[in-house]
């Protein structure tokens, strides 16, 4: 199974504790799932907040399948 994937992405810091980001997966070889859908593929967003040695992360990706609606992701750090 041999596959070429590309991924980028951008962060854009507006503000000293906002960050927004968005990225974007491409499955370059175009190998398909068995159900037709790329196993690798589409966009994503997301938003980073943090205060002094804390930091909340949230991003969004849509789902390629018609079925799902996406995949929510939360991340909370602490740095010492």
């Known amino acids: 199974d041999s ?4 991924n980028f992405g951008f962060e854009y810091v507006p503000y000293k504790a906002i ?3 968005a990225g974007y997966a491409a499955n370059v070889s175009g190998s398909k799932a068995k ?3 790329s196993k ?3 966009t994503s967003a997301g ?3 943090w205060v002094r040695r804390l930091s909340l ?3 969004f990706t849509p789902s390629q399948d018609q079925q799902l609606e996406g995949s929510h992701k939360f991340s909370f ?3 010492f």
Do not use: K, Q
């Not at 596959?3 to 590309?6: P, S």
């Open 3 to 6: 596959r070429t994937l590309a």
């Open 19 to 21: 960050a927004l980001r």
């Open 35 to 37: 159900d037709g859908v």
């Open 40 to 42: 690798f593929g589409g």
């Open 47 to 49: 938003v980073g907040f």
């Open 57 to 59: 992360d949230y991003s």
């Open 77 to 79: 750090a602490g740095r």
